[in-house]
C-alpha cells in the first residue's frame, strides 16, 4: 500500500509541471527567407512566455538573444521553443546567427494592448 501511495504521489507530482507549461502565453513566429514573421512581438511583463519558431526554409536558423539570454538551433523544415520571462517592460533584441543581416526581430514587453502597428 505503501508503495502505491509513492507511485501515485510521484505521478501527481510529475504531472504538475506539464500542466504549467501547458497553460503558459504562447507566441508563434515563422521564419520564411530568413525573415521572422512577425518581426516584432508583443508580450506581458512579469510572466512567462513560450516563443515557438517554425522554421519554412530548408536551412537551419539558430535564434541568438543577448538580451534575452537565449540561443537555440531551429532545424530547417523544424521547429523549437524558447521559454522568456518573467520580465519587466522592455524592447529585447533577437537574430538569426546565420541570417544575422535579415533575421532580427524584438520582443516588446508591455502591459498596453498591441495596436497592430509597428
Known amino acids: 500500500m505503501r508503495l502505491i ?7 501527481l507530482l510529475t504531472m504538475v509541471p506539464l500542466q504549467v507549461l501547458a497553460a503558459l502565453p504562447e507566441v508563434v513566429i515563422e521564419i520564411r527567407d530568413h525573415l521572422f514573421i512577425p ?28 538580451d534575452l539570454n537565449r540561443e537555440k538551433v531551429i532545424f530547417g523544415n523544424g521547429k523549437g521553443s524558447i521559454f522568456v520571462g518573467p520580465l519587466p517592460n522592455g524592447r529585447y533584441k533577437f537574430f538569426g546567427e546565420l541570417h544575422p543581416n535579415s533575421a532580427v526581430g524584438y520582443v516588446i514587453v508591455t502591459d498596453k494592448e498591441a495596436t497592430g502597428a509597428d
Open 5 to 11: 501511495k509513492r507511485t501515485v504521489t510521484l505521478a
Open 39 to 66: 518581426q516584432t512581438v508583443q508580450i506581458p511583463p512579469n510572466k512567462k512566455v513560450r516563443l515557438v519558431f517554425i522554421n519554412h526554409d530548408p536551412s537551419p536558423e539558430e535564434i541568438d538573444s543577448f
